[in-house]
């Protein structure tokens, strides 16, 4: 399979290792794309396990909505939905990065039948966020989102000189080079940047459904040296999950965790699969 269809929105999708391996869906997040797994699906394949990755809503070029709305959270989770809908999945592990934690950490509590495990790499629950928010430094690790939820101004800033904010960005923050200039050149596409900026300016729409409790065993990965989500938030999680759950912090390792850690990665994500999947048949 390397397209889907959800409604009128074309999504491109990359399906592969062995096609009867235990299936294991990979979201990525701001401002990656499914090459953001590229170092670590293999490791899953030889572990026996089907992944399919994805390029979400706003990052696949035939599903690029306007206007933010089209980007709630709702609408970004049926797409998965819709994704193992086609191809004949009634329930897949699901592994999720940043914006795609989220969705992930959603996903698995509206719809736990549809998850036989959830691993949420970076990503604190977000009921445990929104927590964090007001009683420790989270505050100030977020102020981004603020200003990504601006009007036209964060395209302005972060594509100006080629991308070279954007690009700065991200190489501070330890991403290979290689992979900064293929992120960058994906948010230089006609309208790219503003899909996916339309994750965050959709955030305080109304009428949004909150995350609740999750009821699928959870793996929790969290890079001590991420500057984007802190220790609070991540260590309040568990309180949101009412199945077997587990903290696994990477000390030297920051925000990028698929693309900077994906040997251990796959190691702790084939070994939840393993065990605590065949809780969940």
């Known amino acids: 399979m390397d397209t889907f269809r959800h ?6 999708v990359r399906d592969s290792g062995p096609a009867d391996g ?39 070029p035939g599903a690029r909505p306007s206007g933010r709305s089209a980007y709630r959270l709702r ?45 949420a790499l970076s990503v604190p629950h977000p009921a445990a966020m929104s927590q964090a928010l007001g009683h ?5 690790r977020s102020a981004y989102v603020g200003f990504f939820q601006l009007p036209a101004v964060p395209e302005a800033v972060l ?6 904010v954007l690009r700065r960005t991200l190489g501070q923050g330890g ?7 293929r992120y960058v050149e994906r948010m230089r596409e006609p309208g790219a940047l503003t899909a996916a900026l339309n994750w965050y300016r959709a955030l305080p729409l109304p009428g949004g459904a909150p995350v609740g409790t999750v009821r699928v065993p959870t793996l929790h990965l969290w890079g001590a040296r991420d500057p984007f989500l802190g220790r609070t938030a991540t260590e309040a999680s568990a309180a949101f999950v009412a199945a077997p759950y587990a903290l696994e ?33």
């Open 159 to 164: 594509l100006a000189g080629r991308g070279a």
């Open 249 to 281: 912090v990477l000390e030297d390792v920051g925000h990028w965790i698929p693309e900077l850690a994906a040997e251990r990665t796959a190691e702790l994500v084939t070994a939840h699969v393993r065990t605590a999947g065949g809780l969940r048949r």
């Open 75 to 119: 609408t970004v989770v049926d797409d998965v939905l819709a994704m193992l809908d086609a191809a004949g999945l009634p329930s897949a592990h699901v592994v999720g990065h940043d914006w795609g934690g989220i969705a992930a950490w959603a996903l698995a509590a509206w719809h736990p039948w549809r998850v036989r495990t959830l691993t």
């Open 7 to 12: 409604g009128d929105l074309v999504f491109d």
């Open 136 to 140: 420790s430094d989270q505050g100030v």
């Open 175 to 181: 991403l290979p080079a290689e992979l900064v200039d």
């Open 22 to 60: 235990e299936p294991v869906v990979l979201l990525h997040g701001f401002p990656q794309d499914a090459g953001a797994f590229d170092r670590l699906s293999p490791a899953l394949h030889s572990a026996g396990l089907r992944t399919l990755a994805p390029d979400q809503r706003g990052y696949s």
